[in-house]
């Protein structure tokens, strides 16, 4: 089963990887932290499809948080276009690729001055279900059919 421990780690490993300056933190801080950073969350969502697979979405929502001295039309252009090359079609979270199925930004915040970019995966998973622990397999069955 894939952990959401798991996505946010490799999700955080992604934007390292490009902003080796930039800080990711994956609570809310209200107060005191340095810009520019990013706020990274995950939002999930699952359905079964089977007693053995699950559906799931998950959305990976960043909030970007620019230099106060810089131009942030400039930066969050920059921003959007560094996680599009970065996400691309997917990313691998250990051994397991997922692909995405959805890239978005908005502007937030009462200036408009937050950049927030949701991007949305699909997967499928097992539910970890066993049907041989524990049980015997039936080997024979026996039907009496009778017409009355």
Avoid: W
Wanted: negative net charge.
């Amino acid at each position: 089963m894939l952990k959401q421990k798991a996505i946010l780690a490799a999700v955080i490993s992604l934007i390292e990887t490009k902003y080796a300056a930039v800080n990711a933190y994956t609570d809310e801080i209200t107060k005191s932290f340095k810009q520019p950073c990013f706020f990274v969350k995950l939002i999930k969502r699952r359905g079964t499809e089977t007693k053995n697979i699950t559906s799931n979405s998950i959305s990976v929502v960043l909030t970007y948080f620019a230099d106060g001295f810089t131009n942030k039309q400039l930066a969050f252009l920059d921003c959007e276009d560094v996680i599009d090359e970065l996400f691309g079609n997917g990313f691998f979270v250990g051994e397991r690729y997922l692909h995405i199925k959805n890239i978005a930004s908005e502007r937030i915040g009462e200036n408009q001055d937050i950049l927030q970019i949701t991007v949305d995966i699909d997967y499928l998973d097992t539910t970890g279900y066993d049907g041989d622990a524990g049980y015997n397999m039936m080997q024979k069955v026996n039907m009496n059919i009778t017409n009355e």
